[in-house]
């Protein structure tokens, strides 16, 4: 299979269904925006903690699903999309990281060590990626359980944050107002 086809070079690409959307449109953009908080994410692994690289490949091949759903404006019964376990599987998680950390009592600053901050620029990117969604959902079906995913997401990768940067000690630090 080659990598290039040139199909794209005039500035169209096919959806799942191969039907035709410009590179700018609504759904290349929501999906487009999952790719890069994938690639981000890819970027982040190793954390040095199992459970947190665990989820984090997990999340990644999630993340997949929510672009063959996005790419798909008409799925059939047997495509991939998500779906409510997928959600409710990141809620698990994020229980989970909650129970070894003391309650949010105020805002946090996105850093810390190396992959806390890591997980919160991801954590930016999947909310760019929900807003993306939610502009498509203004114009085309979209599965509304990949926007619940992202949004999810999104809390998951400000817990593991504050997961990594607890167990590396790291002090959050708080804005000042």
């Avoid at 500035?11 to 929501?30: C, Q, W």
């Avoid at 091949?61 to 790419?71: E, G, I, P, R």
Wanted: overall charge negative; glycine content about 6%; some cysteine.
């Amino acid at each position: 299979m080659k990598i290039y086809t040139g199909r794209g070079d005039e500035g169209m690409t096919d959806l799942r269904d191969m039907s035709r959307v410009s590179k700018t449109s609504p759904r290349i953009e929501a999906y487009g925006t999952v790719d890069e908080a994938n690639a981000l994410i890819g970027t982040i692994r190793p954390t040095g903690h199992a459970d947190v690289d665990e989820y984090l490949e997990r999340v990644q091949n999630h993340l997949h699903v929510v672009q063959a759903d996005f790419a798909n404006p008409n799925p059939d019964e047997d495509d991939p999309v998500v779906r409510e376990e997928h959600t409710e599987q990141l809620e698990e998680w994020i229980d989970a990281a909650d129970e070894e950390l003391a309650p949010l009592e105020s805002f946090v600053l996105p850093t810390g060590c190396e992959a806390g901050a890591a997980l919160h620029h991801a954590r930016t990117v999947v909310r760019r990626a929900e807003r993306r969604a939610v502009d498509l959902a203004g114009t085309d079906p979209v599965n509304a359980e990949a926007i619940a995913y992202l949004n999810r997401l999104s809390d998951a990768l400000f817990t593991f944050a504050r997961l990594v940067n607890e167990r590396e000690g790291v002090h959050e630090d708080r804005p000042t107002y």
